[in-house]
């Protein structure tokens, strides 16, 4: 893929600067990214399995689709384009939080992030493609299930996503 802009912000999420994307962890500057929950009618969740050629975390479980902010691009633009051009799905979202993360990226070093978490509904299939290569469907209790079970199967990333917003996932289950 292209590299491409992204923004470089503080430690109060305000935009500083932009780098390329290749230049991340080479530079260790903060950034912006987006996670998508995508939930259908029987409240099951889309779980995407990425591809093994993927840089990061790969043929590991993600949530629906996650991204960075492209330079310029708020977060909501930004998890509306990366559900589109992942999954081929359009839907309204609904931002469930913003939080500050430090992740471990899988061929070392640090990823320093802030998160946009969006919860969105679709009961569209999934276009798959070559970043995503697999998906399910599966429940709160079956995903918490088998991340106790199996946690080394799902992103690291979305382990700690999940921790941040399971709740609030289980409460938009409860409105319908």
């Excluded at 998160?115 to 709160?140: A, Q, W, Y």
Aim: hydrophobic share 35%; net charge negative.
């Amino acid at each position: 893929m292209a590299d491409y802009y992204i923004d470089v912000v503080n430690e109060k999420d305000e935009v500083i600067g932009k780098e390329l994307k290749s230049k991340k962890l080479e530079k260790g500057f903060i950034s912006r990214v987006v996670a998508v929950y995508l939930r259908d009618s029987e409240g099951k969740f889309l779980m995407c399995r990425r591809a093994d050629g993927k840089d990061d975390a790969p043929g590991l479980w993600d949530l629906a689709v996650c991204g960075n902010v492209e330079s310029g691009e708020e977060y909501e633009q930004a998890a509306k384009r990366e559900l589109e051009e992942e999954l081929g799905i359009k839907c309204d979202l609904k931002l469930l939080g913003k939080f500050y993360e430090e992740v471990e990226a899988t061929k070392g070093g640090i990823l320093k992030v802030f998160c946009g978490i969006f919860l969105g509904h679709s009961d569209e299939t999934p276009k798959l493609n070559h970043e995503l290569v697999e998906f399910r469907k599966m429940s709160l209790d079956e995903i918490e299930k088998e991340l106790r079970e199996s946690p080394k199967k799902f992103c690291h990333g979305f382990r700690i996503d999940f921790e941040l917003v399971k709740e609030k996932l289980r409460n938009k289950i409860g409105q319908g």
